[in-house]
C-alpha cells in the first residue's frame, strides 16, 4: 500500500518562501512520475510541477521561475521549493504519482494519477 504525506505548509506574506515535502511510503514503481497539484476554494484542481525518475521536470507556466521541484531518492521524498509567493498561490498543495515515466501521460491532468497525499495548506497575505 503505498502513502503520500505532504507537510511543511503554512501562511507566509508576498515574497516570502515556503518548501513543501512529500515522502512516500511503500513502492511506486521504478519509473515514478511523481507531481504537485493545488487546489484552491471554488476553483479547479490544477498541476503546478512534476518530476520523474530520471530527474526531468515540468512546470505550470504561473509558477515557472518560481517554484523548484526536486527529488531525494534515498529518503523516497519530492520537495516543492516556493519562491516569490503571490496570494494566488494560496490553495491547498497536494502530491500524486504513478508508476509511468511523466512524458507517458498528461502530466497536469488529475485523472492520470494513482496515488494522492491529503494535503497541505498554504496562505499568502498581501
Known amino acids: 500500500q503505498v502513502q503520500l504525506v505532504e507537510s511543511w505548509g503554512g501562511s507566509v506574506q508576498a515574497g516570502g518562501s515556503l518548501r513543501l515535502s512529500c515522502a512516500a511510503s511503500?513502492?511506486?514503481?521504478?519509473?515514478?512520475?511523481v507531481a504537485w497539484f493545488r487546489q484552491a476554494p471554488g476553483k479547479e484542481r490544477e498541476g503546478v510541477a512534476t518530476i520523474s525518475r530520471l530527474g526531468n521536470r515540468s512546470y505550470a507556466d504561473s509558477v515557472k521561475g518560481r517554484f523548484t521541484i526536486s527529488e531525494d531518492i534515498a529518503e523516497n521524498t519530492v520537495y516543492l521549493q516556493m519562491n516569490s509567493l503571490k496570494p494566488e498561490d494560496t490553495a491547498m498543495y497536494y502530491c500524486?504519482?504513478?508508476?509511468?515515466?511523466?512524458?507517458?501521460?498528461?502530466?497536469?491532468?488529475?485523472?492520470?494519477?494513482?496515488?494522492w497525499g491529503q494535503g497541505t495548506q498554504v496562505t499568502v497575505s498581501s
Open positions: 500524486a504519482a504513478r508508476d509511468v515515466y511523466c512524458w507517458m501521460i498528461n502530466r497536469f491532468l488529475r485523472s492520470e494519477y494513482t496515488y
Open positions: 511503500g513502492y511506486i514503481g521504478s519509473r515514478n512520475c
